[in-house]
């Protein structure tokens, strides 16, 4: 029988003990309990794999590479399963999180990493790796790593990577213009009613108060969903991208570009940590 990765379990634990009415700890706090532990087995995944980029490339480490690449994917799958369910609880936590770093949310794109960075992160390290082992191409040997990308893969990554950034222009427009609908009419009548409110204090006014948390809590619900909807198309646009980068890439390519992304993504939450963790104390001991 499998088993499943703690993260997983860690996410349904906690959504049920939602459902079931316990809110002994919020919404954001019971997804960065799955996120913790997702990061834990993001790491573990990152040593199998850096211990099979390390095995010379024949047909039997050929089969390993591509079961590597394969857990990876369904690890990111699973994530993405879980923040999408997530959402549906809070929307603008998921926006906001808590449990990133100031360093991490500075680069944040619609609750996640940018889906054009993939080609960037696929270009640097094709170059780092290209740079490494030049010698062994100019005599003529094949590296068979991301320094080593073919012509008729580098004309389809560019391919891809023009598709990708026409959908990722066409997404922020449309959050954009989103953005701008908490300035419309209803929001602007609300705001300026509730505000009368206050400053009355007629026996009717709680009534009244009442009446108006209904109408602002409806028109609130409806823009959440809107939010709901794009962060879903972002997720969604986030994880093709991955899988069509990969899909690419040879086996052992695709096992190295994975290396890369979990080093970034795991290296950059640790210094954003430390950098909070430190700015923190700085602050505290100069108050």
Same mark, same amino acid.
């Given at each position: 029988?499998?088993?499943?990765?703690?993260?997983?379990?860690?996410?349904?634990?906690?959504?049920?003990?939602?459902?079931? &009415?316990?809110?002994?700890?919020?919404?954001?706090?019971?997804?960065?309990?799955?996120? *913790?532990?997702?990061?834990? *087995?993001?790491?573990?995944?990152?040593?199998?794999?850096?211990?099979?980029? +390390?095995?010379?490339?024949?047909?039997?480490?050929?089969?390993?590479?591509?079961?590597?690449?394969?857990?990876?994917?369904?690890?990111?799958?699973?994530?993405?399963?879980?923040?999408?369910?997530?959402?549906?609880?809070?929307?603008?936590?998921?926006?906001?999180?808590?449990?990133?770093?100031?360093?991490?949310? @500075?680069?944040?794109? =619609?609750?996640?990493?940018?889906?054009?960075?993939?080609?960037?992160?696929?270009? @640097?390290?094709?170059?780092?790796?290209?740079?490494?082992?030049?010698?062994?191409? =100019?005599? &003529?040997?094949?590296?068979?790593?991301?320094?080593?990308?073919?012509?008729?893969?580098?004309?389809?990554? $560019?391919?891809?990577?023009?598709?990708?950034?026409?959908?990722? +222009?066409?997404?922020?427009?449309?959050?954009?213009?989103?953005?701008?609908? !908490?300035?419309?009419?209803?929001?602007?009548?609300?705001?300026?009613? !509730?505000?009368?409110?206050?400053?009355?204090?007629?026996?009717?006014? $709680?009534?009244?108060?009442?009446?108006?948390?209904?109408?602002?809590?409806?028109?609130?619900?409806? +823009? *959440?969903?809107?939010?709901? *909807?794009?962060?879903?198309?972002?997720?969604?646009?986030?994880?093709?991208?991955?899988?069509?980068? =990969?899909?690419?890439?040879?086996? =052992?390519?695709? !096992?190295?570009?994975?290396?890369?992304?979990?080093?970034?993504?795991?290296?950059?939450?640790?210094?954003?940590?430390?950098?909070?963790?430190?700015?923190?104390?700085?602050?505290?001991?100069?108050?």
């Amino acid at each position: 029988m499998s088993v499943l990765p703690s993260s997983i379990v860690t996410f349904f634990s906690s959504a049920a003990a939602i459902r079931n &009415g316990d809110n002994n700890n919020s919404d954001g706090e019971s997804f960065q309990k799955f996120f *913790e532990s997702w990061l834990v *087995e993001q790491n573990q995944h990152l040593q199998a794999l850096i211990s099979a980029s +390390k095995q010379p490339e024949n047909n039997s480490s050929s089969s390993n590479f591509e079961e590597q690449v394969r857990v990876v994917v369904e690890h990111y799958e699973q994530y993405y399963r879980a923040k999408s369910r997530w959402v549906k609880l809070d929307v603008l936590g998921m926006l906001t999180p808590s449990w990133r770093s100031s360093l991490e949310d @500075s680069f944040l794109w =619609i609750g996640g990493w940018r889906p054009s960075m993939a080609f960037h992160l696929l270009y @640097s390290k094709s170059g780092l790796q290209l740079e490494g082992k030049l010698h062994d191409l =100019i005599r &003529g040997l094949s590296s068979g790593d991301l320094g080593d990308l073919s012509p008729t893969q580098l004309t389809r990554v $560019d391919g891809l990577q023009r598709v990708t950034i026409k959908e990722e +222009k066409d997404l922020s427009e449309k959050l954009a213009k989103y953005q701008e609908t !908490v300035a419309d009419s209803s929001l602007v009548e609300l705001s300026h009613v !509730v505000t009368e409110l206050m400053s009355t204090n007629d026996d009717r006014q $709680d009534s009244d108060r009442r009446l108006m948390d209904d109408q602002i809590e409806s028109n609130l619900v409806t +823009k *959440e969903a809107k939010l709901e *909807e794009i962060f879903h198309t972002a997720d969604d646009l986030r994880l093709k991208t991955l899988k069509a980068v =990969i899909d690419i890439l040879t086996p =052992i390519q695709a !096992v190295h570009f994975l290396i890369a992304a979990a080093e970034l993504h795991l290296r950059l939450h640790d210094w954003g940590k430390q950098r909070d963790a430190r700015h923190l104390y700085g602050a505290t001991t100069s108050s």
